[in-house]
């Protein structure tokens, strides 16, 4: 099975919500850091939220912080509610999952990826 699988994508206007799924799988069920990143075509992959599952810290890109959560549930389950969204949101989002630093935004660190979900964002 995928190890980390995506959904909850689609469009939306700007000011709307939406909220994202990342299923886990028996290699990413006890990952310690589960975090959202997002990229825009052209552009960078860069992190949105970091979760420590073990303590319940949270990581915010500064671009979303204060309209953006990160959750998880006991069957691993991560999830991203996102308000207010704006057009500069649109991006396709990845879940992520690793065991090691769970405050910074480092792809490295993360040891699996899902395929992405896309979120579009209309003015």
């Known amino acids: 099975p995928e190890p980390l699988v995506e959904s909850g994508g689609g469009w939306m206007q700007t000011g709307g919500s939406l909220r994202l799924f990342c299923a886990a799988s028996?290699?990413?069920?006890?990952?310690?850091?589960r975090a959202w990143f997002r990229q825009r075509a052209g552009e960078e992959r860069e992190g949105v939220s970091v979760?420590?599952?073990?303590?319940?810290?949270t990581v915010y890109a500064v671009s979303v912080k204060g309209r953006f959560t990160i959750t998880h549930d006991s069957a691993g389950t991560l999830y991203l509610q996102m308000n207010s969204l704006k057009p500069e949101d649109a991006a396709m989002y990845f879940c992520?999952?690793?065991?090691?630093?769970?405050?910074?935004?480092?792809?490295?660190?993360?040891?699996?990826w899902g395929q992405g979900t896309q979120v579009t964002v209309s003015e």
């Open positions: 028996s290699a990413t069920y006890t990952s310690r850091c």
């Open positions: 979760l420590d599952t073990h303590t319940g810290a």
């Open positions: 992520a999952a690793g065991g090691g630093n769970c405050s910074t935004f480092n792809p490295p660190d993360f040891d699996y």
